[in-house]
Structures are given as structure tokens and as C-alpha cells.
């Protein structure tokens, strides 16, 4: 790889192997763009970059399993409910104008979902952000994800870490914890972690089955207590 940016060559700074994750600092805009412009789209490894600091991470399989449970159980919702969602996987979220980029685990189109339909690229700010976004963190970061996932302005993040999962809502300046999530207010969020660990035993499509069961339960139950009203 050839680059003029003469911090990118001289100051990666390599954090724990086990965590496969390396920081380089000092890196322009421009030597991001054209980073990402030469490995191409077909890599493993996703990235944040936070005005000068750029982080490239290896998922490993111990954070992959949760993500993708979360992305089964959030696909369940949709269906049950019938309605569109749009899985955007690790889309790169970036603004020149702050400096910003990052490839969550996994995000979703829900309330904005007819907007990016069909759509081969999506641009911020012009387009909006995913209404959701996914991060199952099993290793500590260089930058503050938290504050990159709201300035890009994504309303609702969901943080699976030490068989729990967190729920933040976007306010002004950052994230609030929550009991509730935003795009699906019924879910029962502090049982969901019992789903995944279940996974472990009797296997991801069975306990997607079970958490469908689960779902079903609560819409009928809500159907029931709406009609007697």
C-alpha cells in the first residue's frame, strides 16, 4: 500500500494480540479514504475513525455468535409484526465534515426503512442513519464509539457485553441507558441475553424458534388486552 501520510507508517500502535485489534494514529482524512479505497470492500477486519485515530478490528467468533442472534431476533420482530426492515450488516457510516466513521457489528433500517429501499449506496447526512445499530463488544476500544454512533446521529444502540444486554437512546450530546428500546418498546430486553446463552446448548435455530415462541406470547397478549379495552 502506498500512502503519502507519513503518521499512518510511523505510529500504529498495537494493542493486546488476543484482542486483534490495531490503533494507528495521526491519520488524515485523506489517508483513511484512500486506505479503505485500496483493501476494496471484501475484508474481515472493520474500522472507526475518530478525527486522526483509526482502529481496525479482527471480529472474532465469540463476538460474532451474539451479533448475529441479535440480528435472528430482530428479524423475528419484523415478522411477527409484519412489517419492512432493512439488515445493513457493517455498512460504513462516515462524515468528512466531523471526521467520523464507523462499521458497527450490524444496523438496521426500521422507521427509515421505505427511505433507503433499494438503494445502492447510502450517504450521511443526506440519508439517514440507521435506526439501529448493534455492537457485541468483547474487547475494549481506542475510541469512543458511543460518541461516533451519535454524532452520525444513529438513534438507538444496543450493546451485548458479559451476557448483558444494553439499550442506549440518542439525547443531546450522547446516549442515555434505557429500560426500552426505541424501535421495539415490547421487547423484553433483560431476557433477551437468556436466548443466546441458551443457543449454546441447544443450538442458534432452536433458540431462535423459543424467542419466536416468546414473541408471539406477548403480541397475542397485547392483541387480547387491546381488543378489551
Not at 95 to 104: G, K, V
Not at 141 to 168: F, Q
Not at 179 to 197: M, T, Y
Request: glycine letters at 6%; proline letters at 6%; one cysteine or more.
Amino acid at each position: 500500500m502506498v500512502t503519502s501520510d507519513k503518521a499512518l507508517i510511523e505510529q500504529p500502535v498495537p494493542t493486546n494480540s488476543n484482542e486483534n485489534r490495531i490503533v494507528m494514529r495521526g491519520v488524515s482524512w485523506q489517508t483513511y479514504k484512500q486506505l479503505m479505497k485500496e483493501v476494496g470492500d471484501d475484508r474481515a477486519w472493520r474500522i472507526a475513525y475518530d478525527q486522526g485515530v483509526l482502529e481496525t478490528r479482527m471480529p472474532l467468533l465469540e463476538h460474532e455468535v451474539p451479533k448475529g442472534l441479535l440480528e435472528s431476533f430482530i428479524e423475528v420482530v419484523a415478522d411477527e409484526l409484519e412489517i419492512e426492515v432493512l439488515k445493513a450488516g457493517s455498512l460504513t457510516l462516515e462524515r468528512e465534515d466531523l471526521r467520523n466513521a464507523i462499521e458497527p457489528d450490524s444496523c438496521f433500517y426500521i422507521q427509515n426503512e421505505a427511505q433507503v429501499r433499494g438503494r445502492k449506496e447510502i450517504i450521511l447526512p443526506g440519508d439517514p442513519p440507521p435506526d439501529l445499530a448493534i455492537e457485541s463488544d468483547y474487547t475494549s476500544s481506542s475510541v469512543n464509539k458511543e460518541a461516533l454512533y451519535s454524532a452520525l446521529g444513529v438513534p438507538e444502540l444496543w450493546r451485548y457485553t458479559r451476557k448483558t444486554l444494553l439499550i442506549y437512546r440518542r439525547i443531546e450530546g450522547g446516549y442515555e441507558q434505557c429500560e426500552q428500546s426505541l424501535a421495539f418498546p415490547f421487547l423484553p430486553i433483560g431476557e433477551i441475553p437468556s436466548f443466546i446463552e441458551q443457543s449454546r446448548t441447544i443450538g442458534q435455530r432452536s433458540a431462535v424458534k423459543l424467542f419466536r415462541q416468546k414473541i408471539r406470547e406477548i403480541i397475542n397478549t397485547q392483541s387480547t388486552s387491546d381488543s378489551s379495552d
